[in-house]
């Protein structure tokens, strides 16, 4: 299987790092060629111009943050064939109906990591969750053998809603706060994430998701798990005045919302200061 990785950010570096420590035909792709290099490892991975790429590729893992989707999406054509498989290992949802290709799934990424400049540092996790069939048992067999663990779910949409949730409360408050996940040590912020994930779920109920009633603390419990230092992909976005991924988390969730006529202030809130932070960040 010829793989492809598109995009040199955290996620992307990891499985394309991962993958060639056992793979023979993987291939980081970029927007230049450059190197990059790999933490805890301490070992560098080459990243191929995507403008420079010739080759069709089997399988194509799209890494890039959500908001470059639309401008990559036509520089895909002459990198895939009829049969080429493409992986959404993005945050947020919504974006699959964009794709002009057969094979398209998204993907729930849980790979932890940090960029700055050209070195990437990996905090924990390899995993990916994708909708069983025939195409994804097939990907999961060649990677077996990888430290990237894919996971086949009978029904994605519960593992898509329950990642969006987990983003909604965490992305936000440390976007906003411009904090680190201590942030949540502060009661009444504390007490805003708990508001947004009960929102979140009230949205994904209406949608035909049903999770338990324990939902918020199980979440509230793994956010209580992360060392004080880590950020989130959103926060780090913020930090280094970049666009965010907004609308595929916040947005996605916050017009599912409207759809069924759901009242959800506090997502409404943080949804309207988030795309504040966005319109600073627009050309």
Known sequence: MNIAIIGAGAVGTIIAHELKQTLPNVTLIGRQSKQMTIHPANQTIQVQDIKETNTTFDTIIIAVKTHQLEALIPQLHHL???ETVFILAQNGYGLLSQFPFKHTYQAVVYISGQKTGDE?????????????????????????NTK?????????????WYKLLVNL????????????????????????CRNLLKEGAQVAKAEG?????????????????????????????????????????????????????????HLDTIYALLLSHQSLTQP
């Open 80 to 82: 895939a064939y009829k």
């Open 169 to 192: 409360g965490i992305n936000s408050i440390t976007a906003l706060g411009r904090n680190t996940a201590q942030i949540l040590k502060i009661s009444e912020v504390n007490t805003l």
């Open 209 to 265: 998701i049903h999770f338990s009633d324990t939902i918020v603390e199980d979440i509230m419990n793994i956010y209580a798990g992360y060392p004080d230092h880590m950020g989130t992909s959103m926060y780090y976005d913020v930090i280094a005045n970049q666009p965010l991924e907004v609308e595929a988390i916040q947005g996605f969730i916050y017009r599912q919302a409207r759809k069924h006529q759901l009242n959800t202030p």
């Open 120 to 144: 990437v540092t990996h905090f924990r996790d390899y995993r990916l969750h994708l909708q069983q069939d025939a195409h994804t048992t097939e990907l999961k067999k060649v990677l077996d």
């Open 148 to 160: 990237i663990e894919i996971v086949l779910e009978e029904n994605i949409e519960e593992k898509i």
